[in-house]
């Protein structure tokens, strides 16, 4: 930019303003609406000091487009302003929330692309231009309002960690078909329409029933119960139960012993899979003993979540 220039524009930004900007892409300079009339960027220079033919050989090289720029659906700076009236109203609405929908702080825009067979480049775009941050890794430790799902011909989503935390958070958990409405409409649309209805595994009703109940300011879906993950997981699983288990509100047991006393409604998770032998360590399976616990497969915990609510243990018994 022009070194007295004080005005800063994001690139998308200025890219969306079409001609009222100029460019030196071989340079990385930019001239805002006010100073794009100056001769003074690197391009302009060498211009004057070409000949004249080389000099109308240069106009007619085509300006190296970005992703953006080539958008069909840029949006225009009428638009882009409208997007910036649109987002400026649902961040009053949401003022006073936080990411589970109760009361508290007001709540940073953030969207989440899961696995996903879409661009993620939509979802940058949407983010900038709605002022929130496109998160590529999540574990329920930030706060989040929208988690952006691939789905399949059946409208299902594929269920993953970030799906199910998105339920127990309370977010919106949308197709990305929102994200391309949004950038269609130059605005933030209502994310109802675009609501998961459920998972590819037969899970429905988890996103809209979990965004209600935060809505509502009910407590955690598993608040005051206790589990504890018993014996070995596959690789990278027992991580994910455990952040599952802590969104749910759930308290996890750091250690059983048949010393202690032990929660009352004390649940064991363990994974079926595993060919660990013997399953449990022997103080464990000494403890379940004396409490008479049978463990359960942690997909228990994976099918509650998904449909926002508690399924029947007998069906998930690990007879390991």
């Known amino acids: 930019m022009w070194h007295s220039c004080r005005a800063s524009f994001h690139l998308p930004c ?14 990385y300079v930019m001239l805002c609406p006010d100073h794009a009339g100056l001769q003074c960027m690197p391009c302009d220079s060498a ?4 000949p004249a033919r080389k000099r109308r050989r240069a106009s007619l090289t085509p ?21 910036d009236q649109s987002c400026a109203k649902t961040a009053q609405k949401d003022s006073g929330r936080d990411c589970n929908g109760g009361k508290g702080k007001a709540a940073s825009r953030q969207l989440l692309m899961t696995d996903s067979k879409g661009s993620k480049e939509d979802l940058e775009a949407l983010a900038t231009q709605s002022g929130a941050r ?10 989040v309002t929208h988690v952006v799902c691939g789905v399949d011909d059946s409208n299902k989503a594929t269920r993953t960690i970030k799906y199910l935390l998105g339920i127990l958070r309370g977010c919106w958990v949308v197709s990305e078909a929102w994200v391309t409405r949004c950038l269609e409409a130059g605005q933030l649309v209502d994310e109802e329409p675009f609501e998961i209805r459920g998972d590819s595994l037969g899970g429905a009703g988890g996103p ?17 119960k206790a589990i504890y993950i018993a014996g070995s997981f ?10 599952l288990a802590t969104a749910s ?23 079926p899979a595993s060919r660990a032998s013997p399953r449990f360590p022997a103080h464990v399976s000494a403890a379940m003993r004396q409490a008479g616990l049978k463990a359960l497969s942690y997909k228990w915990l994976l099918a509650s979540v998904s449909c926002y609510e508690l399924k029947p243990t007998a069906d998930y018994v690990d007879g390991g």
């Open 14 to 27: 200025a890219l969306a303003l079409g001609d009222e900007c100029r460019f030196d892409w071989g340079s």
């Open 47 to 50: 211009l004057r000091t070409t």
């Open 63 to 83: 300006i190296k487009r970005t992703p953006l720029q080539g958008r069909q659906n840029a949006p225009s700076a009428k638009r882009s302003r409208r997007f």
């Open 134 to 143: 496109a998160l590529a890794e999540w574990m329920g430790d930030e706060e």
């Open 208 to 224: 809209k029933a979990g965004r209600l109940a935060a809505a509502k300011g009910d407590p955690p879906f598993l608040n005051g």
């Open 234 to 243: 596959e690789p990278g699983v027992k991580d994910r139960i455990k952040a």
């Open 249 to 271: 509100g759930a308290d996890l047991l750091a250690r059983l012993s048949p010393a202690r006393a032990l929660p009352e409604g004390l649940l064991v998770l363990s994974d």
